[in-house]
């Protein structure tokens, strides 16, 4: 099973960046962190224990706890900034996917338009060059 089970519901290079991360060992396991770390269990897991190691474990828990909440703090922000680089990936693939299929939907459409102007002109000049010839 897929570590996304979401893959088909998106727009198909989004599909292909997540299928590329599912390649990826470290990718998923970043994804893993940054999805737990955003969740309210994460806050309960916190709180709970934080209260009691200051309650239960350490009379003076500060520094100890100071140290901690600071390399905590180092950790998840590079996890947020690995989330902000995957969600840009995903951005910048779609935008330029959606470019491309703009610029061929506009050349297509140029070509349409000029097809019809020149079948337009061609039928004008038939109808103006024949009419006078039937009366």
Request: aromatic share 10%.
């Amino acid at each position: 099973m897929t570590p996304y089970p979401y893959l088909h519901r998106h727009h198909p290079v989004v599909n292909a960046e997540l299928t590329g991360r599912a390649d990826s060992p470290q990718l998923r396991i970043a994804d893993a962190i940054t999805a737990f770390a955003g969740s309210m269990p994460f806050v309960y897991l916190h709180a709970v224990l934080f209260a009691v190691w200051m309650v239960f474990v350490e009379t003076n828990p500060w520094p100890t706890l100071t140290l901690v909440v600071s390399l905590e703090a180092i950790f998840l922000s590079t996890f947020v900034m690995i989330g902000q680089n995957r969600q840009a990936a995903f951005q910048q693939a779609k935008a330029d996917h959606d470019f491309t299929e703009q610029e061929l939907e506009l050349k297509t459409n140029t070509e349409i338009t000029r097809s019809i102007h020149a079948l337009t002109t061609e039928l004008h000049q038939r109808l103006l060059v024949t009419a006078p010839q039937d009366r």
